[in-house]
């Protein structure tokens, strides 16, 4: 079994947030057998919208590992998680009223901005997301967003903050997530041990940015979109050269 987990933002989406173009990628995989694995820092609601779009079923990882989401009876064995509709999450992360709480608390003095303290235009005028998604957004349950603050340099003083409460923040392709103590690496590790199960597992990852380096350190066959490095990975100028590669 092979099982390929992809970011979302700058990886396989460009600025227009479509997932037309990406849609013969994903066929392509589905069609060599990957049981592919969004792992994003998107919300449950903004990866059903592309799951439907690309005609995946299986598990997904949101909000940068903040929960597992499997499809209820997925796999032939139970997996203990909170049922959400047709799913079984299973939670690594804080919930968001926490994280908001405590970003709450520092907005003022350091002049933070995320989905939490903007308005639909707001977070549509920062993240370029159009009004659909932008709502999709917003439908929050483990992370935030900090779009913008004070001044330049302060992201170390944030995370030294944040971290002093049991927070953790990681930087994507633009903008800074805050989530619980999990990254997207242990998500996938926790999801590779389910898949494990069925079989012998052979993983692959492709992502764009620093949050990705904890995935990138625990498959078997890692890839970067672009001039980040890692130890290990193999740099690819797109998600399509990932076809050249994996096929």
Sequence with gaps: MRVLFLDLDRTLLGDDYSPEPARPLLKALL????EVVLNSSKT???QEYYRSAWGLRGPF???NGSALVIPEGYFPFKVNGRRRGEY?????????????AALDGLAEEYGLRYYGNCTLEEVMD???????????AMKRDYSETIFTWKRAGFEGV????????????????RF????????????????????????????YALGDGEN??????????????GNLRHRRAKNISSADELLEVVL
Excluded: C, W
Aim: hydrophobic residues 45%; aromatic residues 6%; without cysteine.
């Design 44 to 46: 449950l609601a903004e």
């Design 158 to 173: 944030l995370e030294g903050i944040l971290e002093g409460m049991g927070l953790r923040v990681s930087r994507g392709s």
């Design 31 to 34: 069609g060599a057998g990957f």
């Design 176 to 203: 800074l997530g805050v989530t619980g103590n999990t990254d997207k690496g242990r998500a996938a590790k926790e999801l590779l041990g389910l898949y494990s199960l069925l079989g012998k597992v052979e993983s």
């Design 126 to 136: 920062f993240t370029g997301l159009p009004e659909g998604l932008a709502r999709l």
């Design 212 to 225: 990705d380096l904890p995935l990138l350190d625990v498959v078997d066959h890692p890839f970067i979109v």
């Design 88 to 100: 079984v999450v299973v939670e690594l992360g804080e919930r968001y009223g926490r994280i908001k």
């Design 61 to 63: 990882i949101v909000e």
